[in-house]
C-alpha cells in the first residue's frame, strides 16, 4: 500500500486539513481499516487521532499474534508527546500482530499513517459500527464543531 496506490478525499473543516484513503472504513474512536487479504484487515490511528496525540513516541502490544480479540477490546497501548492512550481494537477475530516498521521507526504512525505506518493486523470481521468515507468525514466534521465550541474539551480516542 504505497501513497501513490492509495486514493484519498481532502477534508476541511476550521484549521483542520487532510487526506484520507477513499477505500478504507473509519471506526468512530478515529481508527482506519484496510482490507489487505479476505478478512486480514490493516488497522491505524486517522490523521485526526494523530493530531489529538501527537508525534508517537512508542507503542506495544498486550496481545500475542493469533490472540482472540473483539471489537473494543484494549489490546496495548501507545505514548504520544500531548498523551498516553489505550489502543482499542476495531475488529474482531485472530490478532495478526504489531507492524515491524512501526515498532522501530513510531514515528511512520504520524508520517505515514496510511501507508507504513499502520499499527496492527486482525483477521476477522471489522466492527459494525465502521463506517465509508462519507460517513467518517460527517462524524469528523460534527467532532470538531464541537471542539470548536468547546476547545476546552479534548475528544477521546476510543471507544
Given at each position: 500500500m504505497?501513497?501513490a496506490?492509495?486514493?484519498?478525499?481532502?477534508?476541511?473543516?476550521?484549521?483542520?486539513l487532510a487526506?484520507?484513503?477513499?477505500?478504507?472504513?473509519?471506526s468512530?474512536?478515529?481508527?482506519w481499516l484496510?482490507?489487505?487479504e479476505?478478512?486480514?484487515w490493516?488497522?491505524g490511528?486517522?490523521?485526526?487521532?494523530?493530531?489529538?496525540?501527537?508525534e508517537?513516541?512508542?507503542?506495544?502490544?498486550?496481545?500475542g499474534?493469533?490472540?482472540?480479540?473483539?471489537?473494543?477490546?484494549v489490546?496495548?497501548w501507545?505514548?504520544?508527546?500531548?498523551?498516553?492512550?489505550d489502543?482499542?481494537?476495531?475488529?474482531?477475530?485472530?490478532?495478526?500482530?504489531?507492524?515491524?516498521k512501526?515498532?522501530?521507526?513510531?514515528e511512520?504512525?504520524?508520517?505515514?499513517?496510511?501507508?507504513?505506518g499502520?499499527?496492527?493486523?486482525v483477521?476477522?470481521?471489522?466492527?459494525?459500527?465502521?463506517?465509508?468515507?462519507?460517513g467518517?468525514?460527517?462524524?469528523?466534521g460534527?467532532?470538531?464543531?464541537?471542539?470548536?465550541?468547546?476547545?476546552?474539551q479534548?475528544?477521546?480516542?476510543?471507544?
Amino acid at each position: 500500500m504505497t501513497k501513490a496506490a492509495i486514493e484519498t478525499v481532502k477534508f476541511k473543516r476550521h484549521r483542520f486539513l487532510a487526506r484520507f484513503p477513499k477505500d478504507y472504513l473509519y471506526s468512530p474512536a478515529h481508527f482506519w481499516l484496510a482490507e489487505v487479504e479476505p478478512d486480514l484487515w490493516r488497522i491505524g490511528l486517522t490523521n485526526f487521532a494523530t493530531r489529538m496525540l501527537g508525534e508517537i513516541v512508542e507503542f506495544d502490544f498486550e496481545v500475542g499474534p493469533d490472540g482472540a480479540v473483539e471489537v473494543g477490546q484494549v489490546v496495548g497501548w501507545l505514548e504520544g508527546f500531548k498523551a498516553t492512550a489505550d489502543l482499542f481494537c476495531v475488529a474482531s477475530g485472530r490478532f495478526g500482530g504489531g507492524n515491524p516498521k512501526a515498532f522501530d521507526d513510531p514515528e511512520l504512525v504520524c508520517s505515514d499513517s496510511y501507508g507504513d505506518g499502520w499499527l496492527y493486523q486482525v483477521q476477522g470481521k471489522p466492527d459494525p459500527q465502521a463506517v465509508s468515507i462519507e460517513g467518517y468525514l460527517e462524524l469528523l466534521g460534527e467532532t470538531i464543531d464541537q471542539m470548536e465550541e468547546k476547545p476546552w474539551q479534548k475528544p477521546e480516542i476510543g471507544p
